[in-house]
């Protein structure tokens, strides 16, 4: 199998090989964003392991987001071939796929999207039983445990939307990962945050990250933040000539 990379410096691709399980394969892909006539090719054959951490970065507007939500299940392809952890997410119907991404993939959106009216304990309790089926005591403890290492355990009872900002993005991210998925996508998590902030919430991401062993693909603007994974996609090489102008 093979693996297609861009460098952090340059657009010409390498090919590696890999043993490892795959996570995510692609094939020629093409993709339409949501209200937007355009489509983006991903050129080549993408192949990501378990465990493997990827920057995806490139100018707003050339289709990070859009790839994300492919992944996710969110977008069908225009054409090419997609398969996350072995499966074809758009051969299932749609309530199939929202199982799929509930249980096996993790899913950090800028938004954050957390359920309001319930509590940071409760977000990720109701995530654990969506995903595992564990309810009661077993999910409270875990989630417990998650936000104990978020360094939240004062704010588990806080409803989401009494939290702070940096807290609503901690307690999305221990919620993403609550349920050990295979696979963790995080759209932009240091946007608004200054370079020492930003640090910081990458330095606790990976550390829940580690507990899991998921592959990670975060997408970011920062080419600081991208060389401090060992993987980077370049999504300029998806924009046509007079769009990268």
């Known amino acids: 199998m093979t693996m297609r990379m861009e460098s952090t410096s340059t657009k010409d691709t390498t090919i590696t090989?890999?043993?490892?399980?795959?996570?995510?394969?692609s094939s020629r892909l093409e993709l339409r964003p949501?209200?937007?006539?355009?489509?983006r090719i991903f050129p080549g054959d993408l192949h990501i392991s378990r465990g493997e951490r990827w920057a995806l970065t490139g100018p707003s507007g050339c289709g990070k987001t859009t790839l994300v939500n492919s992944l996710c299940g969110l977008l069908s392809p225009v054409s090419g071939d997609l398969r996350v952890l072995e499966q074809d997410l758009y051969a299932m119907?749609?309530?199939?796929r929202d199982?799929?991404?509930?249980?096996?993939?993790?899913?950090?959106?800028?938004?954050?999207?957390?359920?309001s009216g319930f509590t940071a304990k409760e977000n990720l309790a109701i995530a654990l039983r969506f995903a595992t089926g564990e309810t009661g005591r077993t999910a409270n403890?875990?989630?417990?445990?998650?936000?104990?290492?978020a360094g939240l355990s004062h704010r588990a009872e806080a409803r989401v939307e009494r939290l702070s900002r940096g807290e609503a993005q901690r307690?999305?991210?221990?919620?993403?990962?609550?349920?050990k998925p295979k696979l963790l996508l995080?759209?932009?998590?240091?946007?608004?945050?200054d370079s020492e902030r930003g640090a910081r919430i990458l330095e606790w991401i990976e550390?829940?990250?580690?507990?899991?062993?998921?592959?990670?693909?975060?997408?970011?603007?920062?080419?600081k933040v991208a060389r401090t994974f060992e993987q980077h996609l370049d999504a300029r090489s998806w924009l046509r000539p007079e769009e990268e102008a």
Do not use: K, N, Y
């Open 93 to 96: 119907s749609s309530s199939q």
């Open 207 to 223: 550390t829940l990250r580690d507990t899991t062993g998921c592959a990670w693909i975060c997408v970011t603007h920062d080419e």
């Open 34 to 39: 949501a209200g937007d006539d355009s489509i």
């Open 17 to 25: 090989t890999t043993d490892s399980p795959s996570v995510v394969r």
């Open 99 to 115: 199982r799929f991404r509930g249980r096996q993939l993790g899913v950090v959106h800028q938004e954050f999207h957390l359920l």
């Open 171 to 179: 307690v999305a991210v221990a919620r993403a990962l609550v349920h």
């Open 141 to 149: 403890r875990r989630a417990s445990e998650m936000l104990e290492m």
């Open 186 to 193: 995080t759209d932009e998590p240091t946007a608004s945050l």
